[in-house]
């Protein structure tokens, strides 16, 4: 079978497949002498099953790893998708032994692919997920766990088209049907703003669960279909905590926060998600306000809220507003998120108080955050916009992995700093 994508250098770079001792190697395994003391294991002898339950952290596992490959008892198929679903795990959670153990599978079974692809997706890697199922399907036939889980990847990513592909596959090995299968269809549409689709196939269902109608209603509303959206609504015979906030976000972002205020006072009970849905609704709508209000009368706030605020603050020019309540949250001893300080820091740009933007930049290096992503760029702009060029190249410098972003950022400013020359040389670095 092949495994082009994927593999790790040691498995793709020769033709020959990998001894164990090269597998104990590659992983830096060695057994623990007080089980290199045990007599002889087969998969006859031991059942490795109960043998890896035992194992609660990736030490124990690779433990046992090293002692399977000694006894030459691994290259068993029980034995090595016993390890796949153990470093898959939650508790070991390590995709990169998960897959080292699945491409030395000689015949991976469908509940191997099934392990692997669902571990990629719980991991936020669902793009090898895709492609791991579409490598998949030139081996076995996918199955009601498969598609699911393969699906609500392409849902993360936005992935309309492999998503649709798959649908087209589904509806020929006969899985058009499968109530899992079909919810998580109508999720994806739903989700990708197809919900012409969605609505498809959601009439197509026998049995449609909670799930299925909180997609559709979610759909909706992202699409801005309100009164479809609440007709929907009135027409669920059950409802839970998530079918209320769905709807009252999707009003929110649509702009229809008077209909969402009415679905969020009638609600039975609130969380946060519904709390930080209607004051970014209102601060969106210019209340700024009425969403301070609602603020003030939460039962208890986390960092989303926090930043909802904000961000708020800042989107409406009340920039001081908003650094006074990043200084309020710091007192609360709420740690900040990324988010929280690229609004601060933009709220600074607002104001150009350059004491203000090093105060900040402080507070990031005491507490370790990376500059690599758009902190970095929001660092840049900050000191250019305050007036201080020299600090803004000083943070371009101390940015280990460049981006766009980045690059960006100092050319703009080196431009507003009237360094033309500068500018040029930037450009035609990032080039």
């Not at 036939?141 to 309309?160: E, M, Q, S, W, Y």
């Not at 079909?182 to 197509?204: N, T």
Request: aromatic share 10%; with cysteine.
């Amino acid at each position: 079978m092949g495994h082009s994508d994927g593999r790790t250098p040691w498995l793709w770079l020769s033709s020959d497949p990998p001894t164990p001792l090269q597998v104990a190697a590659m992983l830096q395994l060695t057994p623990s002498l007080s089980l290199l003391h045990k007599p002889f294991l087969s998969p006859q002898t031991l059942n490795p099953f109960s043998l890896l339950q035992t194992c609660k952290t990736l030490q124990e596992a690779q433990q046992h790893h090293a002692l399977f490959l000694k006894t030459g008892t691994f290259s068993h198929p029980s034995v090595a998708s016993c390890f796949l679903s153990l470093y898959a795990d939650p508790k070991i959670n390590n995709l990169d032994y998960a897959r080292s153990v699945f491409d030395q599978i000689e015949q991976p079974s469908l509940v191997s692919w099934n392990v692997l692809i669902k571990c990629y997706v719980g991991n936020q890697r669902s793009h090898d997920a895709i492609v791991l199922f579409y490598e998949l399907v030139h081996e076995l036939v996918p199955d009601h766990f498969t598609v699911p889980c393969v699906i609500k990847g392409c849902a993360r990513l936005n992935a309309i088209e492999e998503g649709k592909q798959i649908h087209g596959l589904v509806l020929k090995i006969g899985l058009g049907l499968d109530k899992f299968v079909q919810s998580s269809l109508v999720s994806l549409y739903s989700k990708c703003g197809e919900i012409g689709l969605a609505r498809k196939v959601f009439d197509e269902m026998r049995d449609r669960d909670l799930v299925t109608w909180n997609s559709l209603v979610d759909g909706y509303a992202r699409c801005g279909e309100v009164e479809v959206a609440m007709e929907l609504f009135d027409q669920m015979q059950e409802r839970d905590l998530f079918s209320w906030t769905v709807l009252v976000d999707g009003l929110s972002k649509c702009g229809k926060v008077e209909m969402a205020r009415e679905v969020f006072d009638r609600m039975p009970n609130r969380n946060s998600v519904s709390w930080n849905a209607m004051i970014n609704g209102y601060m969106k709508a210019g209340e700024v306000e009425t969403a301070r209000q609602l603020f003030s009368g939460m039962p208890a706030r986390d960092v989303i809220t926090w930043n909802s605020m904000i961000a708020g603050y800042e989107f409406n020019g009340r920039f001081m507003e908003a650094l006074e309540l990043f200084q309020e949250i710091l007192k609360e001893d709420v740690m900040p998120s990324h988010a929280t300080l690229v609004s601060a820091l933009s709220a600074v740009s607002g104001l150009a108080i350059l004491s203000k933007g090093r105060w900040i930049h402080s507070f990031m290096v005491k507490h370790g955050f990376e500059l690599d992503g758009v902190l970095g760029t929001s660092l840049i702009d900050m000191y250019s916009k305050c007036g201080s060029i020299e600090n803004a190249l000083t943070v371009f410098r101390a940015i280990h992995r460049k981006k766009l972003g980045h690059w960006t950022s100092i050319i703009v400013g080196l431009g507003m700093h009237v360094m033309p020359d500068w500018s040029i040389l930037a450009v035609s670095i990032s080039i």
